[in-house]
């Protein structure tokens, strides 16, 4: 379901918040999903986060 969700969102859509393992990150941008590898980017203004599709439990757009 989260992976359907990453394909269609646009690259700099702002995220309110992703939760992830059971932990929350807040103010993020969705960069991009590379499919192939499961694997979603957002930017912060700390760097640039890579995350393991799978363990993404919750997205919420601003």
């Known amino acids: 379901m989260i992976q359907e969700v990453l394909r269609i969102l646009d690259p700099g859509t702002p995220i309110?918040?992703?939760l992830l393992s059971g932990t929350q990150i807040n103010n993020v941008i969705?960069?991009?999903f590379d499919e192939?590898?499961?694997l979603a980017y957002f930017a912060t203004s700390a760097g640039v986060?890579?995350?393991d599709a799978d363990?993404?439990?919750g997205l919420q757009t601003a």
Do not use: G, R
């Open 16 to 18: 309110a918040s992703v």
């Open 30 to 32: 969705f960069s991009s």
């Open 36 to 38: 192939a590898k499961a």
């Open 49 to 51: 986060i890579v995350v």
């Open 55 to 57: 363990e993404i439990q």
